[in-house]
């Protein structure tokens, strides 16, 4: 919502400046976007006289001007505007002066070897237009060294307001002057509309055809004939306002009715009577019936529009835009005015199936006063005979105005309950009455809205009105109440180790995937699935009509479509669901994984097939991640049937697994049609046990001082004997020192004998209160080899 200063103070008495007006409008809930002054952009430009405008010496093109600025000698001026002549007065800009449109600052220069000491501008260096032809010329009386934007007719500063889509009373200039009013800026200036008398009866009558079901779209409809007018150009004050605000002047009789709009709220349309056909009525639209809109456009309507219609057919869309057969033009002789209530909800819905945006719609929608429909269209006649002349009919007015009468019940300590503040009764009386509320009672007021404030409909908007004139300043900021000092979590912990293991394997360099947990029937049988109980009866595609009883088949497909675009190296995971049989909650929360290919080539480091050693790692990630602490559960051999045999392993604790984790079998991969080795983990997320919670703190890490002892071992063991078997027996030789053992070498072949294998590993001795002397450490050796012999059967090898 566009209005200028000095159109608000021809509704308001007030001596405020452009400022203060926007500072108060936006303290009572009317937000300012912006301000534009044009004068204040431009107040360093002045009014100069061009003494003589003669040939460059140096240059065809350009001029050489001796210019009068009103402040001593003439100034030399290079200009290239082919419009610069002796004797014309013209925008000057002194050196040291910005120039709007560049925002570069202006400084002396030689310009072909002739100095330039100044500047005459175009429009469009002050951004008052696009026009670089030439500069601006201004009016012959204009005064030399005044302020450029005086003799330009800027000194009226543009304000622009964000109307809510509720304050359908601030959609007009006078609905602003009346709020400012209200909150103490100034006085209001009532107007009271003086109705026009008509001369002869109308020869157009206006009609309401609707069902008692759609009665509402046009309650009241009022028109009016003038006859014998001449339309053209509006006058230049109209034309002027209407610019300032962004809109286009048309003529006199089509800016009389966007005049009307912008200063009291209040859309009409007009009508060339001569091009409507036998008598107007407001109607629903047929479905599948056409209109032709003054935007030149073709909106094809339905049954739900309410349209503005003659004997023939729809003439304009009611409460958004005109027809254009029955516009108004400069050979328009008799014109009906047509000035109406629409309902807000339905022109709203017009207007977004059609997808257009117009200032009716816009002020329709947001709700207009219903009493101001016969004023409006007498303010609208008074102006037709000003501008045009003509002899106005008398009015003809089908249906009522509708009711909008309603008493609400309000307290004034509802102020004090529901905003905080303290205001005394007289003072929220006076802001009411103020508002053009009336208000009756006593301890409980009735206080009836007026009819342009559609949108107050309880105790609560009362005390907003209150609030907002009064100050909302002086509501004071309350902190919310908690229940504790630490803000509760919002996340279940569960939910947190979901996102933890997602980062987790993001960090490894894997990309998450998000599939459905439907895959083929045959997809499914490979994973321990596809029977009857998971297939699913209406699938939302053939090939998605099973659930899925792993993970695993989802990244799969997913890395084959990849292959089949040329990408093999790949890692990829999901966190999701899979499902042990049809029945509700019958099903688990997994996270899988696959690594496809050897990685990405460097040549900082050597790639290798990815193989069950990358799973166990990657499964590891996972349970450290969602545990919060190091995995210590065994590895057995062997895992699911689609995994390879002997490249696979489970990760369990006592009955309950885990993980699994291997490269996948070659009968998968074929099924697939994806290029191997390729090798995955499960990690099943609903199997890990919640971390206990520890009386004690943690305490902190304190290195030992004493210097910490090595030692290598090579046994010589059965080869079916697992490497973990071995660690774990040397491991309780001497739980209290030994800190780490780390498997370094496995042998099989000559000198170990049959069906024997070499396991080498390096044993880490810390000790915590002294330094071990060699006998110590030779009785720690012994009890080592010991524990492995008994547990393994192994020897050391000699």
């Not at 002549?85 to 120039?99: L, Q, S």
């Not at 359908?168 to 109705?195: C, H, M």
């Not at 835009?321 to 009906?336: I, K, R, Y």
């Amino acid at each position: 919502m566009k209005f200028t200063l000095s159109w608000l103070k021809d509704h308001l008495a007030t001596d405020a400046d452009a400022a203060t007006i926007a500072e108060k409008l936006t303290s009572i809930g009317l937000e300012v976007e912006a301000v534009e002054d044009a004068g204040a952009r431009l107040k360093e430009f002045t009014v100069a006289y061009v003494i003589s405008a003669d040939k460059h010496p140096n240059a065809d093109k350009l001029k050489l001007c001796m210019v009068d600025t009103g402040s001593g000698s003439p100034v030399q001026v290079v200009c290239g505007a082919p419009n610069a002549h002796t004797g014309m007065k013209a925008v000057f800009a002194r050196p040291g002066v910005v120039i709007p449109a560049s925002g570069d600052v202006l400084k002396i220069g030689t310009i072909r070897g002739v100095k330039s000491r100044g500047m005459l501008c175009s429009a469009r260096e002050l951004l008052l237009g696009d026009d670089h032809d030439g500069i601006i010329e201004l009016a012959a009386d204009a005064k030399v060294g005044e302020p450029a934007a005086h003799a330009l007719g800027l000194t009226d500063p543009v304000i622009d307001v964000s109307i809510t889509p509720n304050r359908g009373d601030a959609t007009s200039v006078y609905g602003i002057a009346r709020d400012l009013a209200a909150a103490g800026l100034g006085k209001l200036k009532t107007t009271n509309v003086e109705p026009v008398a008509g001369k002869f009866p109308s020869p157009k009558k206006v009609h309401l055809n609707f069902t008692p079901e759609s009665a509402n779209a046009c309650p009241i409809f009022a028109g009016r004939l003038v006859r014998g007018v001449k339309n053209g150009p509006s006058p230049k004050w109209v034309q002027d306002r209407l610019k300032a605000v962004g809109m286009r002047p048309i003529s006199a009789l089509v800016d009389i009715t966007n005049l009307i709009s912008l200063d009291r709220g209040r859309p009409l349309h007009v009508f060339d009577a001569d091009k409507l056909s036998g008598d107007v009525q407001a109607r629903l639209a047929k479905d599948g019936e056409n209109i032709v809109a003054l935007d030149g456009k073709t909106y094809a309507l339905d049954s739900t529009m309410c349209v503005i219609a003659d004997d023939s057919a729809a003439r304009g869309i009611a409460g958004v835009m005109g027809g254009e057969d029955t516009g108004c033009t400069d050979s328009t002789a008799n014109v009906f005015i047509e000035s109406a209530y629409f309902d807000p909800v339905r022109t709203a819905q017009t207007g977004r199936k059609l997808a257009i945006v117009s200032d009716a719609r816009y002020r329709f929608e947001r709700g207009v006063d219903p009493e101001f429909v016969v004023p409006g269209l007498e303010l609208a006649t008074k102006l037709v005979l000003e501008f045009c002349g003509g002899e106005p009919s008398e009015i003809v007015i089908a249906g009522k105005v509708p009711q909008w009468k309603r008493a609400i019940a309000f307290c004034a300590a509802d102020v004090k309950r529901l905003a905080g503040i303290d205001v005394a009764k007289d003072e929220i009386v006076r802001i009411l009455k103020n508002l053009g509320f009336a208000v009756e009672g006593g301890d409980v007021m009735a206080v009836t809205p007026p009819s342009w404030r559609g949108d107050v409909a309880g105790p609560a908007d009362l005390v907003e009105e209150v609030v907002r004139i009064y100050g909302l300043d002086k509501v004071l900021s309350a902190p919310l109440p908690r229940s504790s000092v630490v803000a509760r979590t919002a996340l279940t912990p569960a939910q947190r180790r979901l996102r933890t293991v997602k980062r987790a394997l993001a960090a490894r360099g894997f990309n998450e995937t998000i599939n459905f947990t439907f895959i083929p029937r045959a997809h499914a049988a490979l994973f321990g699935g596809g029977d009857d109980a998971r297939q699913i009866e209406n699938p939302i595609a053939a090939d998605l009509d099973a659930l899925r009883p792993s993970v695993l088949p989802s990244l799969l497909a997913a890395a084959a479509r990849n292959q089949a675009r040329g990408t093999s190296e790949l890692m990829l995971f999901e966190v999701g669901a899979q499902f042990q049989s049809g029945m509700p909650g019958d099903q688990s929360n997994i996270a899988a994984g696959i690594r496809v290919g050897a990685g990405a080539r460097s040549w900082m480091k050597s790639g290798h097939a990815a193989d069950a050693f990358d799973a166990k790692s990657d499964m590891l990630a996972v349970l450290e991640a969602a545990m919060g602490g190091a995995m210590t559960a065994p590895v057995k051999t062997g895992a699911a049937p689609w995994y390879h045999p002997g490249r696979s392993g489970t990760l369990a604790l006592g009955p309950k697994v885990l993980a699994i984790f291997g490269e996948l079998h070659p009968r998968i991969l074929a099924t697939f049609d994806l290029k191997g080795p390729i090798s995955a983990f499960e990690v099943f997320l609903d199997a890990i046990p919640e971390p206990k919670s520890k009386g004690k703190a943690r305490p902190p890490f304190a290195p030992s001082p004493f210097q910490p002892v090595e030692r290598d071992f090579a046994f010589v063991v059965d080869s079916r004997t697992s490497a973990d078997e071995l660690v774990k027996a040397a491991r309780s030789a001497e739980r209290g020192l030994i800190e780490k053992i780390d498997i370094f070498d496995v042998y099989e072949g000559k000198g170990v004998g049959e069906g024997k294998k070499s396991l080498a590993i390096g044993v880490r001795l810390q000790p915590k209160d002294r330094t071990l002397t060699d006998s110590e450490i030779e009785a720690i050796a012994q009890k080592i080899v010991e524990a492995v012999s008994k547990a393994t059967g192994g020897t050391l090898r000699s």
